[in-house]
């Protein structure tokens, strides 16, 4: 509670910690409660946001069913790879009706099903929104106009919405964004962490040890932070195989560490010259009380504010790669929603706005919580500004 | 009075304590001996790592060129510039001293090209995008980040402050898509396929308007999504140095002595607090040269950052290793210049080894 | 005489700073008598801070010795050296930085004890806390014992960094200019807490300071020792340090303090220093270090050799002045001769 409140105090900081709650749901619990589909929906491909299945009738059924419960002994028909036939499964009484499976071969199976609704062979047909727009109503398409022009909708809110669209093949945009930041923010909080804890221990070691081994330390660090790191990075990847996230993270993490260990070096300096550290050495207190409970305490806000930059950092480098190309694929994560959309060109296209910008505001968002979220931390860590 | 002699330790290497005490010299050599380590560091860099590039390409020339082993071997040789029969050390010192003569070796993907002249190629148009984008992006941010110390705790700071962290905090390439899909696709301000290239490629290159007009537009939008991506650095930077030189005693004592507020704001607080951010500013001219791949590649715009990717995936190494030496060098050098300019400004770090 | 507590023989000490080797303490040999009140008064950089850290084994000396109970503090190991560790405590000047303020006053004190083995449970440390606490003067104990540091006065630092010293047990106690930073009112409701400390507690106070007056309150009944640009100038007891001092930096350090009493300081003896300028202590004139400022400056005399502390006339005093030590007197010394 105390620790809300302290949140709270700075709003900004708030709101970042309202993002990053949202994320760790996302992270943790959302995987069981939206699934990750993978399969290839050939009916959906491209749906907008919104999309949903739909049920189709002829003119004279339109009143008489508008429902699943109003089709109990009649038959439906249903396309396969719709998302159709589990759809009706689901429904409580789903033995009761009768279920024609069209197959989608090529493209006939949407004719064939519609053949079939007209035919009478089926009463009513449950199909994704989309494909009925371009088939039935898509005022362009005459020849299926003509023939299909007085099948009507009966009902055009049956099943789940597809909230943000589907993709190029068809899948569930909204499952994918739901699913595909797991991987990437573990990654990238295993890489801050990897990258922090270095530059903890070797510029905490470097100001209290002193002499040679700090000389050595301060020149290896201003080596490797001279190299740009993103580049040195896709050489790298382009010679290792990057083919999980652990070694994606510790090389992020060892490459990343200079800088924060330069300005722990310069932190432990300067701390350790105070008078309670000195007090705590007349007092005789262990070097591990000395440096765990009288320096880190006073930097630790600082350490935890670099965290946070050094996570922020580490989603640069890998959704950079990922976007690349030079990073795993295996996983489809939000990076690799952008890797398809720039490859496959989808970006392009008006229609996919959606797919894309809902990886790009997810990611967006991340690192917009992580730095508000920052802000917090001073009034955390610091006893100081905690009661003010 | 008279003086004690101060104790005169007799150093061996008296010459040498000479030069170390000199601050630029000290400068210069460190960086020399950076560039040194960087140089070496590539070279095992290629030369160690797991699948060994030059045996991959020998394999490569063996399959596809159908080349015996010899031929391939001499033919990759040629091309990193290193003499099979040589030992370790003798190749290492050989490639040094062609690094030395300016030599960067030869493209493998396009045989008989020069690495240095295709950096050539592609670098002007880098140092152009890059370097508008960061000079824009300073001024800009130098001054939002003063009208927020100015204005500091009250809305306008907070609002430049956050906004300033939420630019800083989404990746460039970010903005680069946001900017693509909502401008460019959705509201349709542009057409980003006319706008792939460094200039329209229908045009001659010179010194025409429509070159020029055509060149600006092409390097409009990363040039956008660079500024967007660095510029919160810059405001955040600029407002704590002016927030923290407000507090100083001179600018109080401007105040007192009835100075107007424009004239403290230029002469006393711009001038003192905007001189660590040029030091700043010249340790970034360092990362212009390298470009960001990611934006360059987003945009199609042919600068030496998307050339450092094209050669990575053609895994053309000799390119690779020359582009990845000439973008440390220049950041090598940047920083150089930064600490030698922050000696300039400020005495106190030139003498600080002679009190 | 009592063996000393804490001796320090032929003590000095350098920091180097790049290339440049600062004297900072040269050949002090002094003794700190068990329950004795002992001051160390000088201006800033005579090194009266290092000779503190020293004595509290802050620092290493560059050359000489240090005793504690008759035994060479360097020489000490294991238990023993604990021993000496906690037997000297030191309190440091600024109340503001010798509390971490990441810690409440409870934790900041329960630490010695718990690492010491005084105490066993949160229960007995928290006694130990308040008792110590009520021992300083810090009552009610408990609207202090779990606050941070800033939420306590300037004062009421002090007093929790002395307690703080005090969870050791410790014989001696350095403070170092400790209530230099504290509001004048309550300076001298420390000062007699200090000494009442003495009495109670046993402790023996070296007491470092600038202001001569706070010492001669402090030390009335007992030492004064004067330092110099690294060297002690003069040591005795107080009342003859204060009242009547035969070493011409401890008679100019005297006549440079105001009296409360206005007509006293107007009418007072002023002696003009020949130069205002302190030497830098990398630049330390030849002979005797004051001799620049020294208006009883003896040419060919003090600019030759470095005098030696040594007993003065018929006084307890012991004093470094080449002049007085060959029983010379002192004779001002015209500058305009010189000139």
Known sequence: MNFLKLVWQNKAGFVGFCGLVFYLLIITVGQWVVDFDDDVKLDQINSPPGSRLILLTRPEDKERYVSLADLEGHSVGVLEKTGGPAFVNNYANADAIKVETYKWRSSRGVPDALEGLAKGEVDALVMFSKLAQRFVLDSENRYFQKDYAHLTISNSKLGPMLLLGADTQGRDMFTHVMNGGRILIITAVTAGLISTLIAFVLGTIAALVGGMLDRALVALANFIIVIPRFPLLVVLAALVTLNNWVLLATLIGLLAWPALMRAVRAQVLSLKERDYVEAAVALDLSQAHIIFREILPNMMSFVAINFVVAITSAMYDQIGLIFLGMAPINDYTWGVMLYFGRSRGTLFNADSAAMLLAPVIAIAFFQVSLVLFSRSLEELFDPRLRSA | ?355 | MEEPILEFKKISRSFKKGRTVIPVLQDIDLQVQPLEYLCLVGESGCGKTTSGKILTGLLRPSSGQLFFEGRDVSTLKGADYTHYRRSVQIIHQDPYASLNPTHTIYNSMSFPLFRHKLVKTREQARARVAELLEVVGLTPVRDVIDKYPHQLSGGQRQRVSIARALTTQPKVIVADESVSMVDVSIRISILNMLMAMRETLGVTFVFITHDLALAKYFAWKGRIAVMYLGRIVEIGPTPEITLSPEHPYTKSLLSAIPEPDPDKTRTKEQIRLRSEDIPRLTELPAGCSFHPRCPWFVPGLCDKSVPSLEPFAASELRLACTPLSQGKGLNLFETRNLA
């Open chain 2, 1 to 355: 009075m008279q003086a004690l002699p101060a104790k005169s330790q007799t150093q061996p290497f008296s010459f040498l304590e000479k030069i170390w005490r000199n601050y630029t010299l000290r400068t210069v050599i460190q960086s020399i001996f950076t560039v040194w380590a960087v140089i070496t560091f590539i070279f095992f860099l290629v030369r160690l790592m797991p699948g060994n590039p030059i045996e991959i390409y020998v394999n490569y020339l063996i399959n596809s060129e159908n080349l015996t082993y010899e031929q391939a071997y001499n033919r990759a040789a040629s091309q990193f510039q290193f003499d099979p029969s040589a030992s370790w050390l003798e190749q290492y010192f050989g490639y040094i001293g062609q690094l030395l003569r300016g030599n960067l070796g030869e493209s493998i993907t396009s045989t008989g090209t020069k690495v240095i002249d295709q950096i050539m190629r592609f670098l002007p148009w880098t140092v152009f995008c890059v370097g508008l984008a960061l000079l824009l992006s300073f001024v800009l941010g130098m001054l939002f980040g003063m009208i927020a110390a100015y204005y500091r705790n009250s809305w306008i700071d907070n609002l430049i402050s956050i906004i300033a962290a939420i630019l800083g905090a989404v990746p460039d390439y970010i903005w680069g898509l946001m900017i693509i899909i909502i401008c460019g696709v959705q509201l349709k301000w542009f057409n980003v396929g006319d706008l792939r290239g460094t200039f329209d490629p229908s045009l001659q290159p010179g010194f025409t308007f429509a070159f020029i007009f055509s060149v600006i537009q092409h390097a409009l939008l990363p040039i956008l999504t660079y500024v967007m991506g660095t510029v919160g650095f810059w405001i955040l930077a600029m407002r704590g140095s002016t927030t923290s030189t407000l507090g100083e005693d001179y600018v109080n004592i401007a105040r007192a002595r009835g100075l107007s507020q424009g004239r403290i704001i230029t002469a006393y607080v711009g001038r003192n607090a905007s001189l660590p951010l040029f030091t700043l500013l010249a340790i970034n001219i360092g990362f212009v040269i390298g470009g960001s791949i990611i934006v360059e590649e987003l945009f199609v715009y042919k600068g030496l950052g998307s050339f450092l990717f094209w050669s990575i995936t053609q895994r053309d190494y000799t390119t690779m290793q020359g582009i990845l030496l000439m973008i440390t060098i220049a950041v090598v050098f940047s920083n150089m210049l930064a600490d030698l300019l922050y000696s300039r400004l400020d005495p106190r770090v030139r003498i600080s080894g002679d009190s």
